[in-house]
T-cell receptor, first 112, second 113 residues
């Protein structure tokens, strides 16, 4: 069953703590993306990666970091430098055979 | 001016109505246009995808693109309560080094039985 999985579904972060959100895809897609979604706002791009071992900052990269060591995996770390991390985080992937992105189920991050 | 504008709603219609959802955009380089449906607390799912101008139909859904007016629409016929969701438009202009997709903020739709 092909798709994108994200874990955990809910994540709680304490003040000053780094947390990592997992994103895995078995669609054999080259490109992967991380978005942040806040109520009443569109999806905002945090980071994207078009190929293994390469990634680029999106519009709101400050306070976040990523890695792309495997084609299937694109984890996102929310660092303590991100002062307002409460949001719904969405991972997506895309094949270069078409121009559409496919999304995972999302992770809701809450601050304690 | 934002690159993509979309009326956030909420839009409330009776079951069986025809729904029209719209987005306008400013970047004439956009060539790929998508509509996503997002249920509460879920990831967006791709509904329709069109390239350049014209219409595309899939069951009860029709997507229209008018590049001359920089305007795209999604029509839902015979709307059902299960269509209640937020609808996001998205578009991209493929460039050699950066394939950024721009999303609208979404329109919240409620179909009342």
């Amino acid at each position: 069953d092909g798709g994108i999985t994200q874990s955990p579904k809910y994540l709680f972060r304490k003040e000053g703590q780094n947390v990592t959100l997992s994103c895995e895809q078995n669609l054999n897609h080259d490109a992967m993306y991380w978005y942040r979604q806040d109520p009443g706002q569109g999806l905002r791009l945090i980071y994207y990666s078009q190929i293994v071992n390469d990634f680029q900052k999106g519009d709101i990269a400050e306070g976040y970091s990523v890695s792309r060591e495997k084609k299937e995996s694109f984890p996102l770390t929310v660092t303590s430098a991100q002062k307002n991390p409460t949001a719904f985080y969405l991972c997506a992937s895309r094949s270069y055979r078409d121009e559409t992105q496919y999304f995972g189920p999302g992770t809701r991050l809450l601050v304690l | 001016q934002k690159e993509v504008e979309q009326d956030p709603g909420p839009l409330s219609v009776p079951e069986g109505a025809i729904v029209s959802l719209n987005c306008t955009y400013s970047n004439s380089a956009f060539q790929y246009f998508m509509w996503y449906r997002q249920y509460s607390r879920k990831g967006p799912e791709l509904l329709m995808y069109t390239y350049s101008s014209g219409n595309k139909e899939d069951g009860r859904f029709t997507a229209q693109v008018d590049k001359s007016s920089k305007y795209i629409s999604l029509f839902i016929r015979d709307s059902q309560p299960s269509d209640s969701a937020t609808y996001l438009c998205a578009m991209s202009a493929v460039e050699t080094s950066y394939d950024k997709v721009i999303f609208g903020p979404g329109t919240s739709l409620s179909v009342i039985p």
